[in-house]
């Protein structure tokens, strides 16, 4: 199924890879972020199925971001993606609601299966 | 410095390209303690991470590289290790080694470290130096060119 | 007002306090904010960044020509300009901006913007850029002391 997804990522060369491989399997970006403030603001307008989400970011981060958005919408569907994978990073994303955490560097088989695993 | 506080840099930084890219990385030689002064092959990224310590890594890389990388990572040409995407493919190779070094250190020592966003430093020659703290270096080869790994913990480790 | 404004609006006069505080203090040499940045002619030859690691990021660097850089260490140190050695230099801008940042941080301890230092650096060279990701607001103020000229930014990461 096409889903509609908003990539919130400060770093352009992630935004580049994961659009080419969602919009390859199908799948619409409704939206680019380059901070989680600017991702909360989209995701009221644009109410997307699926958020990917990056945790170290200017002015507002990955887990304030996504922690105000599982506020609006707890079925709101988030990907959280970052460098660091260690327990205590989980452990928050985890308190927060997130979905799933995907640890960077991914490949199209990663992602893909992050996305059914959550969708 | 301790073997297993640097070793995972050196590991990353070579799983990490390749895994990336597809460019193959062999070292040339071990660790070694660096001079106070760097002199840059073109492309230097610097993260910094403090936690229960304080450290950073620095990756340096000749610009022939630097643009194969960005090529292979983004699946676009590039002719310029001065474009925007092959300086912030560069930095967020640092990100992602940094990353992933940490969170093994993180899991191991508990030492609480959070990256700071990379800062990218272009231009063949300049020098880098940071005073004050000993670090450590390891050259690292390519077909596409040259990188080196230098990475410092403050404090005794 | 946004947050960033209100974070540039409680850290940007620190920095510029700090910075003015710190030369007086260890030069003597009185520094003054010059208005118009832009036309400065401030080039940064010589470079001493540090990135402030906080719940928020920073990065603070403090520019100026090798003239400028001599001078000031000249007058922090005692030692006659034509005897700096270059080792001396470098260390002299690192500790600079080591000082105004760990100033600042006293500062705001109390508040949310509260920071950790890690290790200064100095980038030297003609022709070298500090480059960020997309969309970073940056604090930018020029200084004069006895017709030199130097440059604060603080990048906000």
């Known amino acids: 199924m096409a889903l509609q997804i908003l990539l919130v990522d400060d770093s352009p060369m992630i935004h580049n890879l994961l659009r080419k491989v969602l919009v390859k399997n199908g799948h619409e970006i409704c939206g680019d972020a380059k901070n989680g403030k600017e991702g909360v603001e989209m995701y009221k307008s644009l109410q997307p199925d699926l958020i990917f989400m990056d945790i170290s970011m200017p002015i507002m981060s990955g887990l304030e971001a996504a922690a105000a958005i599982k506020k609006l919408n707890p079925d709101s569907k988030i990907i959280m993606l970052s460098a660091m994978g260690d327990e205590a990073v989980l452990t928050e994303a985890r308190v927060i609601g997130i979905n799933l955490f995907l640890k960077k560097p991914f490949d199209e088989y990663k992602i893909i299966s992050a996305i059914s695993s959550v969708a | 410095m301790r073997q297993e506080m640097i070793a995972p840099f050196l590991q990353s930084t070579q799983n990490m390209i390749e895994q990336m890219s597809g460019i193959t990385v062999t070292a040339d030689g071990g660790f070694y303690e660096e001079q106070s002064e760097l002199v840059s092959l073109g492309l230097a990224t610097l993260v910094s991470f403090a936690g229960k310590v304080k450290g950073r890594l620095l990756i340096d890389m000749e610009p022939s590289l630097a643009v194969a990388f960005a090529k292979a990572v983004n699946d676009e040409n590039y002719t310029s290790d001065r474009e925007f995407m092959v300086l912030m493919s560069a930095g967020e190779l640092n990100n992602i080694v940094a990353g992933d070094a940490n969170t093994l250190i993180n899991n191991q020592f508990q030492l609480d470290l959070r990256l700071a966003p990379p800062v990218i430093i272009s231009g063949v020659g300049s020098i880098i130096r940071i005073p004050k703290i000993s670090s450590m270096s390891a050259n690292l080869m390519t077909l596409q060119g040259k990188l080196k790994v230098n990475i410092a913990f403050e404090g005794s480790l | ?157």
């Open chain 3, 1 to 157: 007002m946004s947050e960033m404004q209100d974070r540039i609006n409680l850290l940007g006069p620190h920095f510029i306090q700090a910075i003015q505080e710190v030369i007086a203090t260890m030069s003597g040499m009185t520094v003054t904010e010059i208005n118009d940045c832009s036309n400065s002619g401030v080039d940064g030859e010589i470079s001493s960044a540090m990135v402030l690691v906080g719940e928020k990021n920073m990065l603070a660097t403090i520019s100026m020509p090798q003239e400028t850089a001599a001078l000031l260490v000249s007058y922090m140190t005692g030692t006659p300009i034509g005897k700096i050695t270059p080792e001396e230099l470098y260390d002299g801008v690192a500790e600079l901006v080591n000082m105004v940042a760990g100033q600042v941080k006293t500062f705001v301890g109390a508040t949310p913007y509260r920071f950790q230092l890690t290790s200064p650096f100095v980038i030297v060279g003609k022709s070298y850029s500090i480059v960020h990701k997309n969309q970073v607001t940056t604090f930018w103020k020029c200084f004069e002391t006895s017709g030199l000229k130097l440059q604060l930014k603080i990048y906000f990461l």
